[in-house]
């Protein structure tokens, strides 16, 4: 979780991509165009949650890019070894999965959507947890649906972790989630994805949420970088 969630859109804006296929090698991570070539099947899964929670496919990606690197078997890291450096450390939290979700909240997600089978190496499941994550947290904190900067922060603190502002002594998380980094791709790519997304997707959209996308103000910071 520590590089930048910026690197993670490079990847997601320009990919989309059923259930637990190979992890992709790093060239096809790191090649948003490649990515989309060999996980093709990810696409209507990841529509399929955008238009049913109004979480965007790039952020949806993004995320599953920065917590898993796009590995369905990924564990938290282990802390520091034990009796004498003999044993090894355990796991930091129960993160797991293309999502890293928490053992706690992934059985809320569950117990609300009523996937009592749901598991989180499965891409369509986790791909569905971060759609009701990012639907809920939206709705308890008033984000809105394209302020992914504001959006990651709570997906890593929760909700209310977000609203009291955990996140704020935490440098390297918000260097992680920084904006800035998030319109730093290729302008054609960006402007052809914006496109697609917005004649293509306009079920992506949830009225229920606030805020709406600034495309003169996306347009220009990427002029601008």
Known sequence: ??????????????ATACASAPQPSNAEIADACLLLKENRPWHDVM???????????????????????FDSRALAPRGEREWFGLVEGKRISSA???????????????????????????????????????????KRTG?????????????????????????KSKGWLVDTASWRWIFA?????????IALAWYAAPGSRDTTMTGRFDVTGSATK???N
């Open 1 to 14: 979780m520590g590089r930048n969630l910026a690197i993670s859109l490079v990847a997601a804006l320009g």
């Open 47 to 69: 529509r399929e949650t955008a238009r049913k929670w109004g979480a965007p496919m790039g952020f949806q990606l993004a995320v599953i890019k920065q917590e898993s690197s």
């Open 96 to 138: 797991a999965g293309y999502s890293q979700a928490l053992d706690g909240t992934w059985d809320m997600y569950r117990r609300e959507t009523g996937k009592s089978g749901a598991n989180r190496n499965d891409f369509r499941d986790s791909s569905d947890f971060i759609g009701w994550y990012y639907n809920t947290t939206g």
């Open 143 to 167: 984000l809105g649906q394209y302020d992914y900067k504001a959006h990651y922060l709570a997906y890593h603190e929760g909700a209310t972790g977000y609203l009291k502002g955990t996140w």
């Open 185 to 193: 791709i290729n302008v054609p790519l960006c402007v052809a994805v």
């Open 222 to 224: 990427l002029v601008v």
